[in-house]
C-alpha cells in the first residue's frame, strides 16, 4: 500500500511559475523535476477607465489584471487597431500564467497602459477590445466617459419607444420581449410584456408555438432612466400605491390582473394578496 501512494506523483506550487514534480518509488522523479508553467497571451477582465495625456494623442488606459505573490504580468501593451469612422479602437495584450491555478495568480490588481495615436483624439470616441465604449462628449478630463449598455447617448427618460427599450433592460426582460401595452406620463411608467417559450416552429395553431410568459413592472423617472419600483400582476392601483403613493391613479385604475398564463406568479383570487 505504502508503494501505490508512494507511486502517485503529486504536483505541487514550487518557484515561481514552476511545478514541481513527486517521485515515483524507484526514487526517480514521476516527471521534469521542474515543469515551467504555460504564459498564454490575454486581455483584461475589465477595461475601467481612459484617460487623455496633456498632448492629446497619448491614451492612458486603466484595467484589472491577474496578481498573485510571483510575477503574473508581462509584455502588457496597447495597440491600436482598423479605426471606423469617428472612433479609435485599441485591443489590449499581456502574457500571463493565471490560466493555471498552481501559478498563485488568482487574485487582480490595477493596471495601466499607454498607447500614442497619430494624431490628437479631438472628437473621437475610444474603443478598447472591442466592447468597452469611451467617449470625451459629457466627461470631466483628462477622463473619458464610460459609455452603458445604451451606448454613449441613451434616450432621454420619457414615453417614447427608445425610452420603453431602456426600461425592459432595467428589469432584465428576457431575449426577444415584445411589449405588450404601456401607460406613461411624465415621470411614471407603467409597462406589461411578454416573450414566447416552447419550441420555436411555425406552426401558429401550435400551442406550444404560441404559449407566453409575461410580466408587468411600474417605473419611476430618474436621471439615468427608468427606476423599477415594482412587479406585479395584480390589476387597479392598490399593490403599487401600497408601495409608492405618488403613483398616477389615472395610469393604474383600469389595469387588468394579468392572466395566469401570461404571469407563471401571478395568484387566484382566493390566495392571499390577490386584488
Not at 502517485?8 to 517521485?23: D, F, I
Not at 495625456?53 to 503574473?72: F, H, K, N, W, Y
Not at 459629457?138 to 431602456?166: D, F, I, M, N, V
Request: proline content about 10%.
Amino acid at each position: 500500500m505504502a508503494a501505490w501512494f508512494g507511486a502517485v506523483a503529486v504536483l505541487g506550487l514550487g518557484a515561481c511559475g514552476t511545478q514541481v514534480a513527486g517521485e515515483g518509488d524507484d526514487g526517480v522523479p514521476s516527471a521534469s523535476a521542474s515543469e515551467p508553467l504555460p504564459w498564454t497571451t490575454m486581455q483584461p477582465s475589465t477595461v475601467t477607465g481612459v484617460r487623455l495625456g496633456e498632448d492629446g494623442r497619448t491614451l492612458l488606459i486603466d484595467m484589472q489584471v491577474p496578481s498573485g505573490a510571483c510575477a503574473c504580468v508581462r509584455e502588457l501593451k496597447a495597440a491600436l487597431t482598423d479605426p471606423v469612422k469617428n472612433t479609435v479602437r485599441v485591443q489590449i495584450t499581456f502574457a500571463s500564467p493565471s490560466g493555471d491555478r498552481a501559478s498563485g495568480c488568482t487574485k487582480e490588481t490595477p493596471a495601466t497602459a499607454k498607447v500614442t495615436l497619430p494624431a490628437p483624439l479631438g472628437d473621437q470616441d475610444v474603443i478598447v477590445d472591442n466592447y468597452t465604449h469611451f467617449t470625451r462628449d459629457g466627461a470631466k478630463p483628462p477622463a473619458l466617459r464610460l459609455c452603458g449598455e445604451l451606448g454613449c447617448t441613451p434616450p432621454a427618460t420619457g414615453c417614447t419607444p427608445a425610452s420603453y427599450e431602456q426600461a425592459l433592460k432595467a428589469v432584465g426582460a428576457p431575449q426577444h420581449t415584445y411589449r405588450d401595452s404601456e401607460k406613461c406620463a411624465g415621470e411614471w411608467l407603467v409597462m406589461d410584456f411578454s416573450w414566447r417559450t416552447g419550441p420555436a416552429c411555425g406552426d401558429t395553431t401550435d400551442p406550444a408555438c404560441t404559449s407566453r410568459l409575461g410580466d408587468r413592472w411600474y417605473f419611476r423617472a430618474t436621471k439615468e432612466g427608468w427606476e423599477p419600483i415594482l412587479e406585479g400582476s395584480a390589476g387597479g392601483c392598490r399593490q403599487v400605491q401600497r408601495r409608492e403613493p405618488d403613483f398616477p391613479t389615472e395610469l393604474c385604475e383600469s389595469l387588468a390582473p394579468l392572466p395566469s398564463s401570461l404571469h407563471p406568479n401571478y395568484p387566484p383570487a382566493s390566495a392571499p394578496g390577490a386584488q
